[in-house]
């Protein structure tokens, strides 16, 4: 195949994964947003993990609410597991590294909170085990997937939403994450501080 095909298929098959997506996960979408911004107005946070692309991921995410999405609003409480490595290497250190967002989501987090879980397969330890913390703790779990959902799936509550990119690709997973992530961070730009 030539470079440039290789590249347009690329680019086709990521639509392909957004239109699917779309298709799919356009409710599950608005009850996040809606969620989140209840929760924000009621003064609570959200905190976000995730391995890898996915950690990088829960930091633009975070970034987004503390700083600002396309308008100029007040910052918003979120915070990125990932970005402590104090924290990080401690816990994996003490503990093991299926405990690095666990302990912190006990440490950090209190009832009424969300969780940001995202995880291509769905299968990550740590953001499993970070779920189970949030469940522990009273607060509510945004799973960001994709495949089949992974052992991510199996564990939400009633009230939970997982948002799961239709492929079983990796890249087009994290594609399909970063375009659900901006449109939470849209969304909650409009339900928060509406356009005038």
């Excluded at 599950?28 to 890898?52: P, S």
């Excluded at 924290?87 to 503990?95: G, V």
């Excluded at 995202?118 to 189970?132: C, F, Y």
Aim: overall charge negative.
């Amino acid at each position: 195949m030539e470079l440039t095909q290789r590249i347009r298929s690329h680019f086709e098959a990521s639509i392909e994964t957004q239109r699917r997506t779309l298709q799919t996960a356009l409710p599950a979408l608005e009850r996040a947003a809606r969620a989140l911004a209840d929760a924000l107005k009621a003064g609570h946070k959200v905190l976000a993990c995730g391995n890898g692309g996915s950690a990088a991921d829960a930091q633009h995410f975070a970034a987004e609410l503390t700083g600002r999405f396309e308008r100029e609003r007040p910052g918003l409480p979120g915070l990125a597991l990932t970005t402590d490595t104090s924290a990080l290497t401690a816990i994996a250190n003490d503990y093991s590294y299926e405990q690095v967002f666990a302990k912190q989501v006990r440490a950090l987090a209190r009832p009424g909170d969300w969780l940001l879980a995202i995880s291509t397969s769905g299968n990550s330890p740590n953001v499993v085990r970070a779920i189970e913390a949030m469940h522990e703790c009273g607060g509510g779990v945004i799973a960001l997937t994709g495949r089949d959902g992974g052992r991510m799936a199996t564990l939400l509550k009633p009230g939970d939403v997982e948002l799961r990119a239709a492929s079983a690709v990796t890249a087009r997973v994290q594609e399909t994450h970063i375009l659900l992530l901006h449109c939470l961070c849209d969304a909650l730009d409009e339900l928060l501080f509406p356009a005038a």
